[in-house]
């Protein structure tokens, strides 16, 4: 009977806030759904625990970064896919990420590219777009997220975290 929690985050941009090492403490690992823009913010978020990232539309791809990659965790599957190769439309979006990600262990699709935080349940997979962990645009607070996983009632629980005062 163990909560283990894993830090999800999108969209930093070449930015590190300073509370992100606080909200993360304590996570057995993070997902990072692309432009991470920058390899000192990967390395920082690789320091707080082992870093899962994807390429977003600002980053190049590579090893580290490809455009899709599935990561198995103790609670099973999770996709992680940046978001802008896919619809437009959030509702078909959304969609298309589950078609794209078929293992039967999926529990969870971590996305990002909107700036919008958001969390949804399709065909009993967990969306999550933590939004965006760089200073505010498009209309959207800063934000990231953490995962907790309760292995006692398998249950996935998603909290938002606001970053504020970004200097």
Same mark, same amino acid.
């Given at each position: 009977?163990?909560?283990?929690?894993?830090? =999800?985050? %999108?969209?930093t941009?070449?930015?590190?806030?300073? *509370?992100?090492?606080?909200? /993360?403490?304590?996570?057995?690992?993070? +997902?990072?759904?692309?432009?991470?823009?920058?390899?000192?913010?990967?390395?920082?978020?690789?320091g707080?625990?082992?870093?899962?990232?994807?390429?977003?539309?600002?980053?190049?791809?590579?090893?580290?970064?490809?455009?899709?990659?599935?990561?198995?965790?103790?609670?099973?599957?999770?996709?992680?896919?940046?978001?802008? =190769?896919? %619809?437009?439309?959030?509702?078909?979006?959304?969609? *298309?990420?589950?078609?794209? /990600?078929?293992?039967?262990?999926?529990? +969870?699709?971590?996305?990002?590219?909107?700036?919008?935080?958001?969390?949804?349940?399709?065909?009993?997979?967990?969306?999550?777009?933590?939004?965006?962990?760089?200073p505010?645009?498009m209309?959207?607070?800063?934000?990231?997220?953490?995962?907790?996983?309760?292995?006692?009632?398998?249950?996935?629980?998603?909290?938002?975290?606001?970053?504020?005062?970004?200097?």
């Open positions: 009977m163990a909560k283990r929690k894993f830090g =999800l985050i %999108s969209d941009h070449g930015h590190f806030h300073p *509370d992100i090492p606080k909200h /993360f403490a304590g996570v057995e690992g993070i +997902l990072h759904a692309g432009d991470v823009c920058g390899d000192d913010v990967y390395a920082a978020l690789d707080i625990a082992p870093l899962s990232a994807v390429a977003g539309n600002c980053d190049r791809v590579t090893r580290e970064l490809p455009l899709r990659r599935t990561v198995d965790l103790p609670f099973g599957q999770a996709g992680i896919a940046h978001g802008h =190769l896919y %619809s437009s439309s959030v509702r078909e979006r959304l969609n *298309d990420l589950v078609r794209a /990600f078929t293992s039967p262990r999926m529990r +969870l699709i971590l996305t990002g590219h909107s700036h919008q935080s958001l969390t949804e349940t399709i065909d009993g997979i967990l969306i999550v777009n933590p939004g965006a962990a760089s505010p645009r209309g959207a607070d800063s934000s990231l997220a953490v995962l907790t996983w309760d292995d006692a009632n398998d249950s996935l629980d998603v909290k938002m975290i606001p970053l504020k005062k970004w200097k």
